[in-house]
Structure formats: C-alpha cells, structure tokens
C-alpha cells in the first residue's frame, strides 16, 4: 500500500484546510485509519483516527472540535478538515493505515500502524 497525503499549505490563523490521503496498490478499507503530525524538533504525534468503515472517531484533545477526519472506501481516499488553525497545529501531516484493526481506536498506538505515507507540510502564521 502507498499512501500519499495532499492539500497543506500556508494559511493564516484561524483558517482551515482539507487534508487528503490517497491510497493505492490495495485497497484501506479493511484498515482502521489514522493522520500523525511532526512539529519541527518534536516528536510524531496522534492527530485523529477513524474505524474501518468510518462509524468510530477518536481525536488528540488538542484538536477536538476542530479537526474532521473522515474516510471514503470507496475511493480509497482518508480526509481531514482543519478549522480554526493555530499558528501551534504548524506541523507535517502524515497519514497511516492499520491493517485490520478490529479492536478499540483508543487502543491503536502508532506502532500498530503498518503503512505510512510522506507527509505534507501545514503551516499556520499568526
């Protein structure tokens, strides 16, 4: 599976912006979805996931009730809508697959996750 997220960009704070991942070489609707973000100097951390067939949602506190993640498997496509940035949500966005993950998304941690993609750059200035 490759993964290959578009869409960043330099928005002002308080903008929003559409994440997207696209998936190819097989299909992710047996995986449980995920998007990760690396500020520069810091470690990778959870942004969102989203269960196989998209019923379930869970989100890093830091981003709830702005951030959307969503998922098409019809399209092989993984979404994120971000609202209301913050020049903090500056970071490089990566996307990630768990393949057959029928356990609880609080439970997936990044290692569980078998593919990901290259990442796309946000930049949120104040």
């Known amino acids: 599976v490759q993964l290959k997220e578009s869409g960043g960009g330099l928005v002002q704070a308080g903008g929003s912006l559409r994440l997207s991942c696209a998936a190819s070489?097989?299909?992710?609707?047996?995986?449980?979805m995920g998007w990760y973000r690396q500020a520069p100097g810091k470690e990778r951390t959870f942004v969102a996931a989203?269960?196989?067939?998209?019923?379930?949602?869970t989100y890093a506190d830091s981003v709830k009730g702005r951030f959307t993640i969503s998922r098409d498997n019809t399209e092989d496509m993984l979404y994120l809508q971000m609202t209301s940035l913050k020049p903090e949500d500056t970071a490089l966005y990566y996307c990630?697959?768990?393949?057959?993950?029928?356990?609880?998304?609080?439970?997936?941690?990044?290692?569980?996750?078998?593919?990901w993609g290259q990442g796309t750059q946000v930049t949120v200035s104040s």
């Open positions: 990630a697959a768990a393949r057959n993950w029928y356990r609880n998304l609080v439970d997936l941690l990044a290692s569980d996750y078998d593919y």
């Open positions: 070489g097989r299909t992710v609707s047996d995986s449980a």
């Open positions: 989203i269960s196989r067939a998209g019923l379930s949602t």
